[in-house]
C-alpha cells in the first residue's frame, strides 16, 4: 500500500469518527434513490439543523 | 460454482448479493488450516501464561505487560469464540435483512455508517470516566480480584449485554430501552424501569461531579485549565455555526492546540500570586460552581457549549488511550501491590468500605458490566448500522475495548507506590488533610511493605505541582499520579510529570463535564415527559418555561446529592460510591431482564442461559450490596446502622463523635445516611420490581410457547458490507462485484 493511500485513509477514518462526513453522506442520501431532491440543504442548513435536532433530542453519554 | 458467495439468495436481480451465503460462512469458521491453528494456540498459550504469572506466580513484583498479554488474548479468545456462540444460536443475523439505517434511512439520525468507523462512534460513546475511577478505588483490595472482574466480567457479562441490547434495538427499528421495557415487561415493569433510569441518572451524574469537585479543589492549576475549557468550547462553537460549519476536525485541533495551551499557562498561572488568589477554590464554592454550570450548560443551545465539547472529547478520548496503552507496553512498569489486600476479606478498607463479595462488583461497574451501556447500545448506535452481522463487531467488540481502558486505569493505579495511593484516597476525615496525619494513618493500617515518609507525599506533590495530594479521594487524582508516572517515563522525564498530571486532570473532567451536561439535558426531557402525563403542557419541549422548571428540578436533585457528598464528615466518595455501581448494575440488571424476556418469547429456552448468567450474577450483587447498605449493623457499611450510632450519639448530648467534630456534623452525618439509606431502598426495590416483571414475562412464554415477536417485519436488503473488522475472502469477493456496479461511488479507506 501506498504512503498517499494510507493517508487518504486515515482522512477518511478520522473524518468519519469525528462526523465531519455527515453532509457528504446527507448529500447522497437525498441524490440517491430514496431522496426527495426538492428541497436539499445548503452546508451550512444542514450543520445547523444538525445541532438544532440534537437540542429536541438529547443523547446520554456514558459515565 | 457451487463455493462462490454469489449463491446467496437475493431480492432483486439488478445487485450483487446482499449477503455471504450461509454456508459460507459455516464453511469459513468450520475449516481449521495448520496457520489458523497456529495462532489460536499462540494466543491461547500466551494468555494462559499471563493468568499464571498474574495469579499464581505472584512474585515479589509483577510486570505489567502481563495485565496486557492476559486481558488482550481473554478478549480475543472470548470475541472468536463465545460471541460467535452467541451469534449462532441466540441471535442469528441475517445480513439479507436490512438494518433501520437502510429502511429508515433519512441522511441525518438513521444513515449507514461504516463499521470501523462506528466501532469508534459507539466506543466513544460508551467510554467515560467509569471505567477510569472505579478500578482505581478497587485496587485497595490488591490487583487480582479486580483484574479477574475486568476480563471475565466483560467477556461473560458486560460484552454480552451491550451485543444483545444493540441488536435487539436494532430489529426494532431503533427503539430505546424504556421503549423495550414497556413493550416486553408490561406497565408496571416498564414504569419501574423508567423511574429506574431516571434516578440512576441523577445519581450518576452526582457523583461524577463529585470526582470532579475533589479532583480540583485546592489546586489553582486545575481549576483554571478546566474552567479555560469554557471558553475554548465557547469559541468552537461559535467558529463551527458562523465561520467554518461542518469543518470539525479542524476546529477539534485549533481546540486541542488551545486546551495544551491552557494545561501550560494553568502551570505559570498556578505560580503567581494572584493566580494562586483567584483560583484556588473550596470544595463547596466548587461544587456551587458546577451547579450552576449544568444549569446553564443545560438550557444553552447545543452547538454553543455541548457539541463542541465533544468533539474536543472524542479527541481526546481516543488519543490519550491509544497514548496510554503505547506507554504501557513501552515503558512495562513494575506492580508492587500484592495480588490479593488483606482488605479484600476484612471490609476494613479505607477507600471503599465492605468486603471483595459483594462491594468489589459494584466498585468496579464500567468496564467489566455497564448498565448505562444499554442506553447507547439502545436508541443511539442501532440507527447507524449498516448490516445486522456487524453488530458482533460494533456491539461485543466495542465493550471489550471500554474493558481493556479499565485494565490500563487498574495498571496506572498500581504502579504508584501503595503507600502514596492509601494517602491520597483515605478520606480526610481519615488523614486529618495533613501529610503527618496521613503518614501516621497511613502507617498504622499496618501494611506490610509499606512505609511511607512525609518526604515521599511532599515531593509527589511537588513533582505533579500541586500543594498536596493528601486525601484526594475520587480516583481521578491517583489516576493522573500513576499516568503521569507512567507517561513521563516515555515522554518528557520527570520535567514533565506536572504536565502530564494535569493533561490527564483535563481529560477526565472534560468528559464528566460533558457527562453532566447531556445526562441533565436527557433526565429534563424524562421528566418533562412524567409530568406531561399530569400537566399536559410540559410535553412540549420547546416551551422555554417549562423546559426551565424541568431543568432546575433535575440540577437540584444532582446539586443536593452533590453538595451532600461534599460536605460529609464521613468523607463523600467512600459512602456514596457504592451507590454509584449500585445504580450503574441495576440498570444492567434492568437491560438484561429485558433481554431475557424477548429471548424467551422468542422461543429459545435453550439458550437462555447466555442472559440468566450475567442477570442473575448482576441481581445477587446488587440486591445483596442494597441488603448490606440498608441492613449491616456495622455502621462503615449500613447507613442506616451508622444513622442510628450518630443519632444515638446526639440522644445521648455528645458534642462529636467519630469523624464528625461537632453537633452540625453529625446532624449532618444523620441526614446524609438517612438519604442514601432512602436511594438504597429505592433502588432494591425498583430492581426487584423489574426482574421479577421479566422472569414472569419469560414463564408466561414458556407456557404459551409461540415464538410472538415485538420485531420490525423484515425489509429486504438491498446494500452490502462485510462484518467484521477484516473482511473473508468471500467478503472481499461480494465487494468487489459491489464496487465494479457502475455508478456507485466507491468507499475509500480499505
Known amino acids: 500500500m501506498r504512503a498517499v493511500d494510507v493517508a487518504r485513509g486515515l482522512r477518511w477514518y478520522v473524518r468519519g469518527i469525528m462526523g465531519e462526513d455527515a453532509y457528504e453522506k446527507y448529500l447522497d442520501h437525498v441524490r440517491g434513490d430514496h431522496g426527495d431532491a426538492a428541497r436539499i440543504m445548503t452546508e451550512r442548513e444542514f450543520w445547523r439543523d444538525r445541532t438544532d435536532r440534537q437540542d429536541s433530542n438529547p443523547q446520554g453519554r456514558c459515565c | 460454482m457451487p463455493d462462490s458467495p454469489s449463491r446467496a439468495q437475493t431480492d432483486a436481480p439488478q445487485h450483487p448479493p446482499v449477503a455471504v451465503d450461509p454456508d459460507i460462512i459455516e464453511a469459513h469458521d468450520r475449516r481449521w488450516t495448520p496457520l489458523k491453528i497456529a495462532i489460536w494456540v499462540a494466543i491461547a498459550l500466551l494468555g494462559g501464561l499471563s493468568w499464571v504469572m498474574l495469579a499464581v506466580v505472584r512474585g515479589e513484583t509483577v510486570n505489567a505487560i502481563w495485565f496486557v498479554f492476559a486481558a488482550v488474548c481473554t478478549y480475543f479468545i472470548g470475541y472468536r469464540f463465545y460471541s460467535k456462540y452467541i451469534e449462532k444460536h441466540l441471535l442469528k443475523p441475517d445480513d439479507r435483512r436490512a438494518t433501520p439505517a437502510e429502511y429508515k434511512a433519512d441522511g441525518k439520525d438513521y444513515a449507514a455508517t461504516d463499521r470501523r468507523v462506528l466501532y469508534g462512534h459507539h466506543f466513544a460513546a460508551i467510554a467515560g470516566a467509569g471505567p477510569l475511577v472505579g478500578p482505581v478505588l478497587a485496587a485497595q483490595m490488591g490487583y487480582l480480584p479486580g483484574t479477574i472482574w475486568i476480563i471475565v466480567g466483560v467477556v461473560l457479562a458486560g460484552a454480552v449485554q451491550d451485543y444483545l441490547v444493540m441488536f435487539f434495538s436494532m430489529r426494532r427499528g431503533g427503539r430505546s430501552l424504556g421503549q423495550m421495557a414497556r413493550d416486553e415487561l408490561g406497565r408496571v415493569g416498564g414504569t419501574a424501569a423508567i423511574i429506574a433510569t431516571l434516578t440512576i441518572m ?66 505559570a498561572v498556578a505560580e503567581t500570586d494572584w493566580g494562586v488568589a483567584l483560583f484556588t477554590v473550596d470544595k463547596v464554592p466548587l461544587a456551587i460552581g458546577i451547579v450552576v454550570y449544568g444549569f446553564v450548560a443545560a438550557i444553552l443551545p447545543v452547538w454553543l457549549l455541548l457539541a463542541p465539547r465533544d468533539y474536543l472529547s472524542t479527541f481526546m478520548k481516543i488519543g490519550t488511550i491509544l497514548m496510554l496503552a503505547l506507554a504501557i507496553i513501552v515503558v512495562r512498569p513494575e506492580i508492587f501491590a500484592p495480588a490479593v489486600s488483606e482488605f479484600a476479606t476484612t471490609g476494613t478498607g479505607p477507600v471503599v468500605s465492605g468486603t471483595l463479595f459483594p462491594f468489589l462488583f459494584v466498585t468496579i461497574a464500567c468496564g467489566a458490566l455497564s448498565g448505562f451501556h444499554a442506553l447507547i447500545a439502545s436508541g443511539t448506535t442501532p440507527k447507524l448500522i449498516e448490516k445486522e452481522r456487524q453488530t458482533r463487531f460494533i ?28 494517602a491520597m484516597n483515605s478520606s480526610a476525615a481519615a488523614t486529618g488533610g495533613t501529610i503527618e496525619g496521613a503518614v501516621a494513618f497511613v502507617n498504622g493500617l499496618g501494611l506490610s511493605g509499606v512505609n511511607l515518609t512525609p518526604e515521599m507525599l511532599s515531593q509527589t506533590a511537588a513533582d505533579v505541582g500541586e500543594e498536596s495530594i493528601v486525601s484526594r479521594t475520587g480516583g481521578a487524582p491517583t489516576l493522573a499520579v500513576g499516568l503521569a508516572h507512567i507517561m513521563q517515563q516515555l515522554i518528557g522525564g520527570s520535567g514533565l510529570m506536572a504536565f502530564w498530571y ?32 399530569v400537566i399536559p403542557k410540559f410535553k412540549n419541549t420547546s416551551w422555554r418555561v417549562g423546559a426551565w422548571i424541568s431543568t432546575a428540578i433535575m440540577v437540584a436533585a444532582w446539586g443536593a446529592i452533590l453538595l451532600m457528598g461534599v460536605t460529609d464528615p464521613l468523607g463523600g466518595i467512600n459512602t456514596l460510591f457504592p451507590l454509584f455501581g449500585i445504580a450503574n448494575q441495576l440498570l444492567a440488571a434492568i437491560a438484561l431482564a429485558v433481554c431475557m424476556a424477548i429471548i424467551a418469547k422468542r422461543g429459545y429456552f435453550r439458550y437462555l442461559w447466555i442472559v440468566a448468567l450475567p442477570l442473575g450474577f448482576a441481581a445477587v450483587v446488587t440486591i445483596s450490596a442494597s441488603f448490606l447498605k440498608i441492613f449491616s449493623p456495622v455502621p462503615a457499611i449500613g447507613y442506616f446502622a451508622q444513622n442510628a450510632a450518630f443519632r444515638q450519639a446526639l440522644a445521648d448530648g455528645e458534642t462529636s463523635f467519630g469523624t464528625a467534630p461537632t453537633v452540625e456534623a453529625m446532624n449532618a452525618v444523620v441526614r446524609n445516611t438517612l438519604v442514601q439509606g432512602v436511594l438504597s431502598i429505592l433502588f432494591v426495590t425498583l430492581a426487584i420490581v423489574v426482574i421479577v416483571a421479566a422472569v414472569l414475562a419469560t414463564i408466561r412464554a414458556a407456557r404459551r410457547r409461540s415464538d410472538e415477536s415485538s420485531e420490525d417485519p423484515a425489509v429486504p436488503s438491498r446494500i452490502f458490507a462485510p462484518a467484521g473488522l477484516v473482511a473473508t475472502p468471500a467478503e472481499k469477493e461480494l465487494q468487489a462485484q459491489w464496487d465494479a456496479l457502475p455508478g456507485k461511488r466507491r468507499r475509500e479507506g480499505h
Open chain 2, 202 to 267: 441523577v445519581i450518576i451524574v452526582a457523583i461524577l461531579a463529585l470526582v470532579v469537585v475533589n479532583a480540583l479543589a485546592e489546586s489553582p492549576w486545575g481549576v483554571f485549565s478546566v474552567a479555560m475549557t469554557i471558553p475554548i468550547a465557547l469559541f468552537m462553537g461559535c467558529y463551527l455555526r458562523f465561520f467554518r460549519p461542518g469543518k470539525v476536525t479542524e476546529v477539534s485541533i485549533i481546540g486541542f492546540v488551545l486546551l495544551l495551551a491552557a494545561i501550560i499557562g494553568g502551570g
Open chain 2, 395 to 422: 456491539g461485543y467488540g466495542g465493550m471489550l475495548m471500554e474493558s481493556f481502558v479499565a485494565i490500563m486505569a487498574l495498571v496506572a493505579a498500581l504502579s504508584i507506590d501503595r503507600g502514596i495511593y492509601f
Open chain 2, 502 to 533: 494535569h493533561f490527564a486532570i483535563m481529560f477526565e473532567a472534560l468528559f464528566i463535564l460533558t457527562a453532566v451536561d447531556a445526562g441533565t439535558r436527557v433526565a429534563r426531557f424524562m421528566l418533562q415527559d412524567t409530568i406531561g402525563n
